[in-house]
């Protein structure tokens, strides 16, 4: 057996995802609604059979996986590769402050050029390198048939840009949960930044 089914899961809100504020590796912790959605999307997977959590190992994240890991009765494990991009000197400011700020580097890094550094951060190539190597060691256990990843919503899209030439153009919001099956040898998603456990249930 190996691992035929993944849920990529964003971490709740922090007050700098309510400010619109780049967080990158930035240790903010999960607001009160941020713990809300966390405990929202958790009694929604306690209706799943999962196997396995992972989590990046920045406290939003971590914090999130943790509530999770509570109500399903899983450890939540920590994996370096999913943590998210560093934005470098970005982090703590909201992009029309970059674009004010950092006019040169705003200007490189919305180009799309994925192997663009903004000063002191990584490219979204570096992103896709370590995330993909994370996705294939835990999709080949053997003893486990779905798991879930709590990682950061630029993360999953940079990732998911890798493998897929073409994404629905929806924004990946807090705890919202991309589904992807495996179907011999291909991933195929299921469900793109979907949010079963808020709309017409919790707080939105």
Known sequence: MSVEKVLLIRHGETDFNRERRLQGVMENPLNERGRAQAASVARYLQGLSIDALYTSPILRAQET?????????????????????????????????????????????TTGYLAYRAPQGESRQDVQRRMSAAWDDLTARPDCKSIALVTHGSAIAIFLGSMYALLPDTSIKNTSITSLQRREDIWEILGFAQLPHINGRDES
């Open 65 to 109: 996986a943790e509530i999770i890991g509570n109500l399903i009765g899983l450890p939540a494990r920590a994996d370096e590769r999913l943590r998210e991009i560093e934005f470098g000197i970005f982090e703590g400011f909201t992009f029309a402050e970059v674009e004010r700020r950092f006019p040169a580097a705003h200007h490189n890094w």
